[in-house]
C-alpha cells in the first residue's frame, strides 16, 4: 500500500541558511500533518492543514511556515536555521475525521 | 491539558519473556489511544489502536485494551523476540483537535 513520501530524507545546513522539507499524503487522504522529534524525545506536534487550510497549530517557532497545495502535497519552510532546529521531521496524513495519522518515515536534519 | 504518561526505560528482556509497557492517559475528552513503534533509524508506525472504552487494539502479537476507569492502555506481549526491540510511544488524539500527543518513548531491549 502506499505510504507518505517525505523528501528529502536526509538535510544538512548551516546556521541562519534557510530548508524545505516536502510531504506527500498517501493517496485520497486530505489532513497533513507536521512534528518535530529531537533527538531522543517524543514527536512535537508543529501544525496541521486540511483541504489547504491551516487546521491546528502547536509548537511552530515563527521562523517556520508550512502551506498544504491542491494535490494535497505540503512544505515546511524553515528560515534562519538555529542549531537547536536540527530533529527528526514527521509528516503525517490522515481522512479527515479518521483520526488515524499515518506517519512517513521522516526528514533528518542537521543543522551545523 | 491533555497527556500521556508512559513506564522510562530502557526495558530489557530475554527473548520468549512477556512484556507490558504500562501507559496511563489524562483527557477531557473521549481520546482514541494508539502505540506507535520506531525501530532504529527509522519513522513511525502505527502498531494498534483503540477508539472507545473496553476496545482491545492487537497487531503482530501486540495488544492493549482502553481501561477507561483507570485511563489505561497498557501494551502486552506474550513472547517477545529481538526484532521487537525498538522504541514504544503510547499516544492520544482528541476529537477536539488535530494532533496526536505522545509519551516519551519506552526504548525496548530484547536480548538472544
Known amino acids: 500500500a502506499a505510504g507518505v513520501i517525505q523528501s528529502p530524507r536526509h538535510l544538512i545546513k548551516e546556521k541562519r541558511e534557510t530548508a524545505t522539507l516536502k510531504c506527500y499524503p498517501i493517496?485520497?487522504?486530505?489532513?497533513v500533518y507536521w512534528y518535530q522529534q529531537g533527538p531522543g524525545q517524543d514527536p512535537q506536534f508543529l501544525i496541521s492543514f486540511y483541504e489547504k487550510m491551516q487546521s491546528d497549530k502547536g509548537s511552530i517557532p515563527d521562523r517556520f511556515s508550512a502551506q498544504q497545495f491542491s494535490d494535497y502535497h505540503s512544505e515546511l519552510n524553515m528560515s534562519s536555521l538555529e542549531l537547536g532546529d536540527s530533529a527528526l521531521y514527521f509528516c503525517?496524513?490522515?481522512?479527515?475525521?479518521?483520526?488515524?495519522?499515518?506517519f512517513g518515515p521522516g526528514t533528518r536534519l542537521l543543522v551545523l | 491539558g491533555n497527556s500521556v504518561t508512559q513506564m522510562e526505560g530502557p526495558v530489557t528482556l530475554s527473548e520468549e519473556a512477556f512484556l507490558t509497557i504500562n501507559c496511563t492517559y489524562t483527557?477531557?475528552?473521549?481520546?482514541?489511544l494508539f502505540w506507535y513503534v520506531q525501530y532504529p533509524g527509522e519513522g513511525l508506525q502505527l502498531l494498534l489502536k483503540?477508539?472507545?472504552?473496553?476496545d482491545k487494539g492487537s497487531n503482530k502479537g501486540f495488544e492493549a485494551t482502553y481501561r477507561k476507569e483507570t485511563t489505561s492502555f497498557h501494551l502486552e506481549k506474550g513472547s517477545v523476540q529481538v526484532s521487537d526491540s525498538a522504541v514504544y510511544f503510547c499516544a492520544l488524539s482528541d476529537r477536539r483537535d488535530d494532533k496526536i500527543i505522545f509519551g516519551k518513548g519506552t526504548r525496548l531491549h530484547i536480548l538472544p
Open positions: 483503540a477508539t472507545k472504552a473496553d
Open positions: 483527557a477531557t475528552g473521549y481520546p482514541s
Open positions: 493517496p485520497r487522504h486530505d489532513t
Open positions: 503525517a496524513s490522515s481522512l479527515v475525521l479518521q483520526e488515524t495519522q499515518y
